[in-house]
Every structure is written in structure tokens, then in C-alpha cells.
């Protein structure tokens, strides 16, 4: 497994890192982040959603669990399984892993034992009070390319 940790100074360079790794996203991609609450999840997805092209406005899916974007250059599939428990099974969570989309899952851990080996996990914590620390993990090749070239732009996303 390959790990790549960026620090960011405040939102808008999480959301250019975020941008930046939209911009190397292909179908199929799944994403998985973890954080706390407040940590910068949302803000990332933004970010990403931004980096696919995605104008329409972008916030937590809490209480519908999946909300689905088709304007981008890609499709992009925002899950935030917190409030889920035993209810995934009945969502057919792996018709969106396996679509032409990009799956962005917020507290995937709550459905560790449905997501997929290959993935790349995405850790933000805070580091000051706007400040984070983001960990990329990349379990299985593609991811551990995506994380290569990532690691080829400065810690801004440029």
C-alpha cells in the first residue's frame, strides 16, 4: 500500500487538492473519506466535484445517502453512509461501484464489509484551525498510480 500524506493551510487548498485528483479520476474510481465531523469531508467533495466540471451545488447527502451528479465530465456518486447501520445491503451500493462513475464515500468504514479491496483512502484531520492533514492510502495498483501522480504536483494541487 502506498501512502501519501498533503498538509493544506486552509479550504481552498483542500479543495484544489481535491480538484487536482478529480482531474486524474476515471470511471470506476472509488474513493473513501474519513474524518471528523467538521474535518473537511464536504469541502473536499466540493472540490472534487468542482475538478469534474460538476456546477450544481454540492453539500452533504446525510439524510438521502446518495446524491448523484451527471453535469461533470464524469458521472459522480456522493454516499455519506453515517446514519446507515444494516440498511446498505438493500441500496445496491455495487452497481455503483462498478459504474462509469466516481464513488466519493464519506464514514465508509460504517460499510467496510461491502466496499471493494481496490480503493483509495482518503484521511483528513486537523492540523490549526483551518489547516488539514490529508492521507491518501491507495490499496491496489491503480490507486497506487493515482497516488504517483498526485504526488507530482506541489502541495497546493498546482
Same mark, same amino acid.
Given at each position: 500500500?502506498? #501512502?501519501?500524506?498533503? +498538509?493544506?493551510? /486552509?479550504?481552498?487548498?483542500?479543495?484544489?487538492?481535491?480538484?487536482?485528483?478529480?482531474?486524474?479520476?476515471?470511471?470506476? @474510481?472509488?474513493?473513501?473519506?474519513?474524518? @471528523?465531523?467538521?474535518? =473537511?469531508?464536504?469541502? $473536499?467533495?466540493?472540490? $472534487?466535484?468542482? =475538478?469534474?466540471?460538476?456546477? %450544481?451545488?454540492? /453539500?452533504?447527502?446525510?439524510?438521502? !445517502?446518495?446524491?448523484? &451528479?451527471? @453535469?461533470?465530465?464524469?458521472?459522480?456518486?456522493?454516499?455519506?453512509? &453515517? %446514519?446507515?447501520? *444494516?440498511?446498505?445491503?438493500?441500496?445496491?451500493?455495487?452497481?455503483? $461501484?462498478?459504474?462509469?462513475?466516481?464513488?466519493?464515500?464519506?464514514?465508509?468504514?460504517?460499510?467496510? *464489509?461491502?466496499?471493494?479491496?481496490? %480503493?483509495?483512502? !482518503?484521511? !483528513?484531520? +486537523?492540523?490549526? *484551525?483551518?489547516? +488539514? @492533514? !490529508?492521507? $491518501? #492510502?491507495?490499496?491496489?495498483? %491503480? &490507486?497506487?498510480?493515482?497516488?504517483?501522480?498526485?504526488?507530482?504536483?506541489?502541495?497546493?494541487? /498546482?
Amino acid at each position: 500500500m502506498k #501512502t501519501l500524506q498533503w +498538509r493544506t493551510k /486552509n479550504p481552498e487548498e483542500t479543495k484544489a487538492v481535491a480538484k487536482l485528483a478529480a482531474s486524474l479520476a476515471k470511471p470506476g @474510481d472509488i474513493l473513501t473519506l474519513e474524518g @471528523d465531523l467538521g474535518a =473537511g469531508k464536504t469541502t $473536499f467533495t466540493k472540490g $472534487f466535484a468542482e =475538478g469534474l466540471g460538476i456546477t %450544481r451545488v454540492v /453539500n452533504s447527502p446525510t439524510f438521502t !445517502i446518495i446524491k448523484e &451528479y451527471h @453535469d461533470g465530465s464524469l458521472p459522480l456518486y456522493h454516499m455519506d453512509v &453515517y %446514519r446507515m447501520e *444494516d440498511e446498505s445491503e438493500d441500496l445496491g451500493l455495487e452497481e455503483y $461501484f462498478e459504474g462509469q462513475g466516481v464513488c466519493l464515500i464519506e464514514w465508509a468504514h460504517l460499510i467496510q *464489509d461491502q466496499l471493494p479491496a481496490e %480503493r483509495l483512502q !482518503i484521511v !483528513i484531520t +486537523r492540523a490549526g *484551525d483551518e489547516a +488539514r @492533514d !490529508i492521507t $491518501f #492510502t491507495a490499496c491496489g495498483t %491503480r &490507486y497506487e498510480t493515482l497516488c504517483e501522480e498526485i504526488n507530482k504536483h506541489d502541495n497546493t494541487g /498546482n
